[in-house]
């Protein structure tokens, strides 16, 4: 069997929830790629807290979206990981 599933209805389910799961493909990434070749320092992740319910076809929550993002880019810790962004981005 396909990692995909046996018909179009399991692959349309599998695509969604691989696209659709983006913290636990971002834990994955972080374990196999960023720490296994030393990219810790250089490897940021931004993810705005409260947003959960809140599906891609959402429109209607903008503002919703608007100020989770703002009160999420506002916290000290966001702050610094954006600092340490821009420091460890080189300018071209």
């Not at 490897?43 to 807290?49: D, K, P, Q, V």
């Not at 959960?52 to 959402?58: A, P, R």
Request: hydrophobic share 40%; net charge positive.
């Amino acid at each position: 069997m396909s990692p995909f599933g046996k018909n179009l209805k399991n692959l349309g389910e599998t695509l969604i929830k691989i696209s659709t799961d983006t913290e636990q493909a971002a834990e994955r990434f972080e374990k196999t790629v960023v720490r296994i070749n030393g990219l810790s320092g250089l490897y940021f992740r931004f993810n705005a807290r409260g947003l959960e319910k809140v599906g891609l076809e959402d429109h209607k929550s903008l503002c919703m979206i608007a100020a989770a993002t703002n009160s999420y880019l506002n916290e000290h810790e966001t702050l610094q990981k954006l600092n340490a962004f821009a420091a460890a981005t080189p300018c071209t």
